[in-house]
Structure formats: structure tokens, C-alpha cells
């Protein structure tokens, strides 16, 4: 069974620095598909960014990206010029490719991160 | 992607009720998942949905405790039978998106359950 492990339940950031949360994995798979999820008080759950394990760039998404080491399984996030709306439940995520029935996201237990003024 | 409403988005049940949480899509998918957060936790898989088949269910839950309807491909129900305060937690659906682009999957707003 995949295993998600954030060592890191709780972290604080000032305004407009860069912050980095961790994130490990246990899989015999070669091929999933690794998620960060934000969930801010609000509770919605939104995608905040997506790396294939077959590519072997890391995935950026404007103020996100990701340290993807494969070998390591490890799977990092990066906030660059953190804003105070980036405060929020962070949980990464792990699932096997999608198809046959396998779309199952395993879940970490979540690094809470505060972005002080 | 998809836009995911929930209904209720709260509420508060007594003990031994029954309570079905309904989730829609705006467009049709294929399938959809159950998920639950229990307070200060993460998410845990209820079961998968499929249309025109019976829903799987995650180890340690069960049909008769979480039942599922999926009755076409924008809609679905969870219902949480004889509740007890122990299923106090956010239940959230979610659904898969995956013809024509990389995997991604989304989330409702969840509905906050609080049982006493």
C-alpha cells in the first residue's frame, strides 16, 4: 500500500519570503501521479499542482513549484513571494496512474502553513 | 474544470438519524469519489462511484453504513445511516477528469456533519 508522510505539521512564513514543505512517499510504482492540495478555512480542497512521475522536469505553476525526486520519493513544494492568502492546510497526495479503477488519492496528514504579515 | 456544488453544505443530526449528502456536476464525468475528514484530519477514501455500477468501498467502510447512489453522470448521494458522534467530519466528493488531459482530480465544497 502508498504511504504519504509530511513531517512537518506546522510551519510560518513572513509575507513575500519563499517557504518549501516537505513530502515523502512509500510506492513500488513506477508510474503515479504526485498532487498538492491547498485547504484554506474555507475547507474547499484546490488543486494547486500535478507532477507526472514519467517526467522528469518539475512542474511549475506561477508562485508553486516542486523538487520531484524520484529516486528519493520525495515530492517538495515551493511558495515563492508568499502572500497572506497562501495561509491554508497544505496536503500532498499520491495516486497510482489513472485507469482501471485506480484513481484513488492517497492523502498526507497536512502542513499547516501561516503567512505573517 | 469541473464546477462541484454540495448540498447541505452543514448540519447538525441527533444521534440514530440518517443524513444524505448530495453532490453535482457540471458536466458529466465518469466517476466519483466519497472522501472523509474528520476534525483536524486528513482525507480519507469512502468509496468510488461509477454510473450503472455499485459503488467500491475503501477498507472499513461499509454499504449498509454509507450508502451510495449514482443515478447518471452528474449527480451523486452519500448517506450516513444511523450516525453516531463518531462520524462528526467534513464529507467532500470529488470527481476524476481525465479524457484528453493529464489526470486531475477536484473537490466540492464538503458538508460539515456534527452529530450529538
Known amino acids: 500500500a502508498q504511504t504519504v508522510t509530511q513531517s512537518q505539521p506546522e510551519m510560518s512564513v513572513q509575507e513575500a519570503e519563499t517557504v518549501t514543505l516537505s513530502c515523502t512517499y512509500d510506492?513500488?510504482?513506477?508510474?503515479?501521479?504526485l498532487f498538492w492540495y491547498k485547504q484554506p478555512p474555507s475547507r474547499q480542497m484546490i488543486l494547486v499542482i500535478r507532477q507526472e512521475a514519467y517526467k522528469q522536469q518539475n512542474a511549475t505553476e506561477n508562485r508553486f513549484s516542486v523538487n520531484f525526486q524520484k529516486a528519493a520519493k520525495s515530492f517538495s513544494l515551493k511558495i515563492s513571494d508568499s502572500q497572506l492568502g497562501d495561509t491554508a492546510m497544505y496536503f500532498c497526495?499520491?495516486?497510482?496512474?489513472?485507469?482501471?479503477?485506480?484513481?484513488?488519492?492517497?492523502f498526507g496528514k497536512g502542513t499547516k502553513l501561516t503567512v505573517n504579515p | 474544470s469541473a464546477v462541484i456544488s454540495q448540498k447541505p453544505s452543514r448540519d447538525i443530526c441527533q444521534r440514530g438519524t440518517s443524513l444524505t449528502i448530495q453532490c453535482q456536476v457540471d458536466s458529466q464525468v465518469t466517476m466519483m469519489f466519497w472522501y472523509r475528514q474528520q476534525p483536524g484530519q486528513s482525507l480519507t477514501l469512502i468509496a468510488t462511484?461509477?454510473?450503472?455500477?455499485?459503488?467500491?468501498?475503501e477498507s472499513g467502510f461499509v454499504i449498509d453504513k454509507f450508502p451510495i447512489s449514482r443515478p447518471n453522470l452528474t449527480f451523486s448521494t452519500l448517506t450516513v445511516s444511523n450516525m453516531s458522534p463518531e462520524d462528526s467530519s467534513i464529507y467532500l466528493c470529488s470527481v476524476g477528469e481525465l479524457a484528453g488531459n493529464p489526470y486531475e482530480q477536484y473537490f466540492g465544497p464538503g458538508t460539515r456533519l456534527t452529530v450529538t
Open positions: 510506492t513500488s510504482e513506477s508510474n503515479y501521479y
Open positions: 462511484a461509477n454510473q450503472g455500477s455499485e459503488a467500491t468501498y
Open positions: 497526495a499520491f495516486m497510482k496512474h489513472p485507469g482501471g479503477g485506480s484513481e484513488k488519492l492517497v
